[in-house]
């Protein structure tokens, strides 16, 4: 009888050990699942899904450019550690799934000097190229190390205009126009309710989800196509 006992305690000690595994399981798939939400349609009020990493504000703005079907949408920031390590990532997935980059400003008001060097990056996307801009922002973002008040920044950016056959503005942004574009951007993120930087999306014209493990960057984008 005791025999039996303890045969039918082992049995019940088996399956509740494959019952918890199954549950435990099922639990650690659920935070690699990608789900699109969708965007708010008009006079809706603002969706904070529960599954997101962060809470949004509103998230209406969040849409690729007129005729793209997909986009990388992004807020950065220019003195942040991690929109250093995130922008060759970013830049790879929009160069190799060619769509298009969506990037905006977000400098944050305790970093010292990213708020000018993003009116410089402005400054040369108007004046010069879109190009040039992004090589200076990834010029920025590799000496980041070495930029630690505004007057570094000054340095850094006079060498930087030199060593590509660039005359340096007696005064940066004159206009005051790049500086507005900044600030417009910076308000955007607001709008959104930006917590943090960088801040990262794949988009379509009605859906959005936010990629916070750059690993998953790639994988989501063949998601979102799929689904486009």
Not at 113 to 121: I, Y
Not at 123 to 139: H, M, T
Not at 150 to 179: E, I
């Amino acid at each position: 009888m005791k025999k039996y006992w303890i045969l039918g305690c082992a049995l019940i000690a088996v399956g509740a050990i494959a019952i918890y595994r199954g549950a435990t399981a099922n639990h650690a798939t659920t935070p690699s699942e990608i789900i699109l939400h969708d965007q708010p349609s008009a006079n809706a009020p603002a969706q904070n899904p529960a599954n997101t990493p962060d809470r949004f504000k509103d998230t209406s703005m969040l849409k690729p450019p007129a005729g793209a079907a997909v986009a990388i949408y992004e807020f950065e920031d220019l003195e942040c550690p991690a929109c250093a390590r995130a922008y060759p990532i970013v830049h790879a997935a929009a160069s190799q799934y060619k769509i298009p980059l969506v990037r905006h400003d977000y400098p944050w008001p305790f970093h010292v000097w990213s708020f000018d060097a993003a009116v410089t990056a402005r400054y040369l996307q108007d004046k010069l190229s879109p190009q040039l801009a992004d090589v200076f922002r990834g010029d920025v973002f590799a000496s980041q190390s070495l930029i630690a008040s505004k007057d570094d920044l000054a340095r850094f950016t006079a060498r930087w205009f030199q060593a590509h056959g660039q005359s340096l503005p007696f005064v940066m942004d004159a206009s005051g126009a790049c500086r507005l574009e900044v600030e417009a951007d910076r308000a955007l993120g607001d709008q959104l309710g930006l917590r943090s930087t960088p801040c990262i999306f794949v988009v379509t014209q009605s859906k959005w989800v936010q990629v916070v493990d750059l690993n998953q960057l790639d994988r989501t984008i063949d998601i979102v196509l799929a689904q486009a």
